[in-house]
């Protein structure tokens, strides 16, 4: 049980997924914040939360809260996260960790200069199945990586009527697709194999360049609009659109292994679909998010092997943050319950100067900058280091 009052920001898609599987973690949510003070209202009431705070300051001031999850748009991360450390609250942000490499670079150093936890939500390290991938490939079964290739795919926004605020470069970034989801990609298969992007050659594409923003907001995965639009006529306006629908990006890792990613937010039938094949020097592993309790062994020299989350066949990490037995499936609503138990245990054991199992700011910032150089690297249409 931990003993610590959490606060939550964002009524959207991720707000709801933070707070219950806090709840199923025991740690109390105290109170929530949305884009306004009636916003607030209606979703502390809607989630049975105690407190409704106007504004961010009134969060920070109550003495109930010791830890905040920040899930509003990209846009409000940087100085809600900021502000949150400088009045000593524990800082748990939804990725990207801010707009730009100057805004988390500033708060990786601040984060360096108190004794808080501060971490980013890349719940999919989480998935019990890729912690045994992780402890495959450090143990040496793998041997030498040669290469990591994979994709992520989605579907929701694949019709020009189709609207999230992602969508806008002053609301997510100049990059989308590829902050959004290709940084869950490049920061998991960072994290299984220990391999770190040195350069990289990128090439997005703009499929719609206008599409149909209906007055008022859409939630993330939401077909509503589509639903609504059905069975009643809302006021659509044409935008343009700048950020990119899909791309593939070129990598080469520090130690000379080679990769590649493709990213989609328009494969229709791929509803939320990230993919990873590891080639080793012994050994290859192959991961499929639409299972994301199965695990493809590939070998040279006998059958290949296909591991099924069983907590007795997994390795020591993995088991911790297993809750289920074999053959209980265990999926994305759990691995932000895990990752929020791995940032919560390390509250708890309280020495801040321990390296943190969950992802930190300093890995917010890296990908990031793996943000920047892809973006570079499409704009000017070459190779670029990191
Ligand atoms: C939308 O692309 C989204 O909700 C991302 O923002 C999440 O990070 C991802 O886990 C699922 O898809």
């Known amino acids: 049980m931990h003993n610590i009052g959490v606060a939550v920001t964002g009524t959207g898609f991720m707000g709801p997924t933070h707070i219950e599987a806090l709840r199923r973690l025991g740690i109390p949510v105290v109170g929530v914040m949305g884009s306004s003070p009636a916003k607030s209202r209606a979703f502390a009431e809607r989630m049975g939360i105690p407190s409704a705070y106007a504004d961010f300051d009134e ?10 999850h920040l899930t509003t748009p990209n846009r409000w991360h940087f100085e809600t996260a900021k502000a949150a450390l400088l009045a000593g609250k524990h800082v748990l942000c939804e990725k990207p960790l801010a707009m730009n490499s100057a805004e988390s670079a500033a708060l990786v150093k601040l984060a360096a200069s108190v004794n808080l936890a501060a971490g980013v939500n890349y719940n ?12 495959r490939v450090q143990r040496g079964d793998l041997g030498d990586i040669y290469s990591v290739v994979g994709s992520y795919v ?8 189709d609207y999230n605020w992602r969508l806008l470069a002053s609301e997510g970034g100049k990059l989308r697709a590829v902050a959004d989801i290709g940084t869950h990609w490049l920061d998991l298969v960072q994290s299984i194999t ?14 719609h360049t206008s599409r149909q923003r209906p007055t008022g907001e859409v ?7 589509q639903e609504v639009a059905a069975t009643e006529t809302i006021p659509l306006e044409t935008i343009p659109i700048e950020t990119e629908d899909l791309g593939g990006v070129l990598l080469r890792f520090k130690g000379g292994a080679r990769g590649m990613l493709w990213v989609s937010q328009l494969t229709a039938g791929r509803k939320n679909r990230l993919s990873f094949e590891i080639g080793g020097a012994e050994q290859a592993l192959w991961f ?10 590939g ?4 059958p290949n092997g296909f591991l099924i989350k069983d907590p007795g066949l997994l390795g020591e990490s993995a088991r911790r943050y297993t809750a289920y037995p074999g053959g209980h499936a265990e999926g994305y609503p759990d691995s932000f319950k895990m990752c929020f138990k791995a940032f919560y245990d390390y509250i708890a054991v309280g020495d801040f100067s321990a390296p943190p199992f969950f992802p930190t700011f300093a890995e917010g910032h890296q990908e990031i900058l793996l943000c920047e150089a892809i973006l570079r690297s499409h704009e000017e249409q070459r190779w670029v280091r990191v």
Do not use: M
């Open 194 to 207: 220990g391999l770190e992007v040195e350069s990289l050659c990128a090439d997005l594409h703009t499929v």
């Open 154 to 161: 989605q579907d929701w926004l694949l019709y020009p009527t």
């Open 288 to 297: 499929d998010g639409e299972k994301p309790n199965e695990l493809w062994i």
């Open 219 to 225: 939630e993330t995965f939401s077909a509503k609009v």
């Open 59 to 68: 969060l920070l001031a109550d003495p109930a809260v010791q830890a905040v």
């Open 299 to 302: 070998e040279r020299n006998q």
């Open 124 to 135: 999919y390290r989480f998935y019990p199945i890729l912690l045994d991938a992780r402890e």
